[in-house]
């Protein structure tokens, strides 16, 4: 097992224990919506584009209603549960560890955290927090790109008593905000789950106030 597979294997425990109607920290999206998009994401090419193309979000809306007709949600879930299909790309060795181990760890927290009872942040593995951390050097300047002022990530307790603190700079600015936080809190704030995300942020407080309002993940 992997954690990708273990979070998929979670996520799908926990929406059906949810139900459908659960709300998520996806707007406008229920714990439905989410099923559907995770099953458009591994198995519809063709719908797919619609995730990626802003101008096709129509064809993406018509193949999501589709498929909710199509399967009761707990046929759904328990299709997604048994991994991508044979035919997916999803389903080449190796990719799923690298394409779906941040999608449902996040989708995880998005169902997680919702509503009026969330639940609190989770304290994962050692080498489950070392590879947040790689993802994150990998592609934070991609997820912070827009960002309104300069970011960096800093990796909670990574400073020796007389040394730095493990750092990533995800983007440049004239005033710049330090993220504070665990590796997948900070994976979480860069998806856009700013609110919920346990995350320090430490600057000039026009600084955070104005990363703090941002929408800059896409």
């Not at 449902?104 to 489950?128: N, T």
Request: net charge negative.
């Amino acid at each position: 097992m992997t954690f990708a597979k273990d979070e998929r294997s979670a996520l799908c425990d926990l929406l059906d224990q949810v139900g459908p109607d659960a709300p998520t920290l996806c707007e406008g999206w229920d714990a439905h919506a989410l099923t559907v998009h995770l099953w458009i994401r591994e198995t519809d090419p063709v719908g797919v584009t619609g995730m990626v193309a802003r101008p096709l979000s129509g064809l993406l809306e018509r193949r999501m209603a589709e498929v909710r007709q199509r399967w009761e949600f707990p046929e759904l879930v328990d299709r997604i549960r048994k991994g991508p299909a044979r035919l997916s790309v999803f389903a080449i060795p190796g990719v799923d560890e690298g394409a779906n181990t941040t999608e449902y760890f996040v989708h995880h927290e998005d169902v997680r955290r919702a509503g009026d009872a969330p639940q609190p942040s989770r304290v994962l593995a050692p080498d489950v927090e070392e590879w947040m951390w790689r993802r994150l050097k990998l592609l934070a300047r991609a997820w912070f790109r827009r960002a309104p002022v300069g970011v960096v990530l800093e990796r909670l307790g990574s400073a020796e008593a007389d040394g730095e603190p493990e750092t990533i700079r995800a983007t440049g600015g004239a005033r710049t905000v330090t993220l504070v936080g665990q590796p997948s809190e900070l994976m979480v704030y860069a998806h856009g789950r700013t609110a919920v995300a346990e995350v320090k942020l430490v600057g000039e407080p026009d600084a955070v106030a104005e990363l703090g309002g941002a929408d800059f993940h896409v």
